[in-house]
């Protein structure tokens, strides 16, 4: 195993989340140029934060297949859960937007006005069917970085992106998107959604091989949903820490704005660091080999350039180019961007390190010692919301420092827990 070989692997991957992360940017734009920018801005901020915290639980749905597929049987199993869990969470967006749930939700909890609630409960309705397709859509992935074809997840992405600008400049002048610009984002959103699930179908079909079972033993239904259970508290903290945030800033004076200015500053911000979520796939992908000390120190490397381009865009005046002229947000609203954004240059160290503790984690099928982590998260961003809300900070400035205390604590805790274990973070253990 070279470093050439893991920058192939991570090379289609890393393109992708950057393109991913740019197109939030055309999606953001497209919403600024609209009636009632801020009213969409927010309104979407919410909804997606929503429907995201849903899709986000079968975001390692990938892991299933990269990890626990080895035949024809173990494949079925895993698509079997994904449906059934894909289902399901799909229902519960379907409660948010038709019962009364939805707007306890949003107009009691969240504190916002009703005229903003009403367009939160359309984008949900329309937003229904987002979970099932983005989990099914993850397991198709996990069997094509199996076989370490991970340029197909990459064209997928890249041709849902583009499908996903070109909506947006298609639909902006369209006269029943301008009396209700809610729908801009969302019709963006399953242009990309739908693009993506067909070319990673397609490339399944095409290229995925599996072995019949013959004597290996059985993939059981109770081994996975024990397997991801960990994996799917993990990502609805991550997915959730950001409507949880929301109940905090949209309850503030400047909530309205504060939760505009951090649908921006979460797609910026994202950009640079996003990628390095990708870099646990490597020490399973990569098992074969048994060199983890070289995954880690390409992982490590990953972290450092991904600090110093996060800091040659926030800590210079491109930020302030980016947000205005290429976002189209007003030069009020970039200003209140502008600290969120600087704080921002402390997650590519903090997510580098989570993602390779996450790859041990994942390679030793021991997700059940990285669980504690997530309680830790959402704990910590409480106390420092709790503690910040009495102080003249903005909004967008308390959410985000909260954000990254809760990545380091969270970070510190899965480190912990893995060591403990008794399995030591090295190559000889592995």
């Not at 989570?354 to 106390?383: C, D, E, F, K, N």
Request: glycine share 8%.
């Amino acid at each position: 195993m070279t470093y050439a070989q893991l920058t192939r692997f991570m090379l289609p991957l890393v393109l992708t989340a950057l393109v991913q992360e740019l197109s939030g940017q055309f999606l953001n734009g497209g919403m600024a140029r609209m009636p009632r920018a801020t009213e969409t801005l927010a309104a979407f901020g919410l909804a997606f934060g929503i429907a995201s915290l849903l899709s986000g639980i079968l975001t390692q749905a990938r892991q299933l297949s990269l990890v626990l597929v080895e035949h024809e049987q173990g494949y079925r199993t895993v698509f079997r859960f994904g449906i059934i869990a894909g289902i399901a969470l799909s229902g519960v967006l379907a409660l948010c937007a038709l019962t009364p749930l939805g707007e306890w939700l949003i107009g009691d909890l969240h504190g916002v006005d009703p005229a903003l609630t009403d367009v939160v409960l359309l984008a949900f309705l329309w937003l229904i069917p987002y979970p099932f397709l983005r989990g099914l859509t993850r397991i198709y992935i996990g069997t094509l970085l199996r076989i370490r074809r991970s340029e197909i997840p990459a064209y997928g992405t890249t041709a849902g992106i583009s499908l996903s600008i070109l909506a947006v400049f298609t639909l902006l002048p369209v006269d029943f998107v301008q009396r209700d610009p809610i729908l801009l984002p969302v019709f963006a959103t399953y242009a990309g959604v739908l693009t993506e699930l067909a070319v990673v179908i397609w490339g399944h079909s095409r290229h995925v091989r599996l072995p019949p079972q013959h004597d290996a033993p059985p993939l059981e239904m109770a081994y996975v949903v024990r397997f991801f259970w960990p994996l799917a508290l993990i990502m609805a903290v991550q997915s959730g820490t950001r409507p949880l945030i929301n109940i905090f800033v949209a309850r503030a004076v400047d909530g309205t704005e504060a939760l505009a200015v951090l649908t921006i500053v979460y797609a910026l911000g994202h950009i640079p660091y996003g990628w390095l979520n990708e870099v646990r796939n490597l020490p399973t992908a990569f098992r074969e080999a048994n060199n983890l000390a070289k995954v880690r120190r390409f992982i490590f490397g990953c972290g450092a350039f991904s600090f110093v381009w996060m800091a040659a865009i926030v800590w210079t005046p491109a930020a302030d180019y980016i947000l205005q002229n290429w976002v189209g947000i007003s030069p009020e609203l970039a200003m209140h961007c502008l600290i969120p954004l600087s704080i921002f240059c402390g997650f590519p160290i903090v997510v580098s390190l989570r993602s390779y503790i996450h790859g041990i984690g994942l390679l030793q099928h021991r997700t059940q010692a990285m669980a504690p982590s997530a309680p830790s998260r959402v704990a910590t961003v409480i106390l420092v919301l709790s503690a910040l809300s009495d102080t003249d900070l903005h909004g967008a400035t308390r959410a985000t420092i909260a954000l990254l205390s809760g990545h380091t604590v969270e970070t510190l805790v899965v480190w912990w827990s893995i060591r403990r274990g008794g399995k030591e973070i090295e190559v000889t253990e592995v």
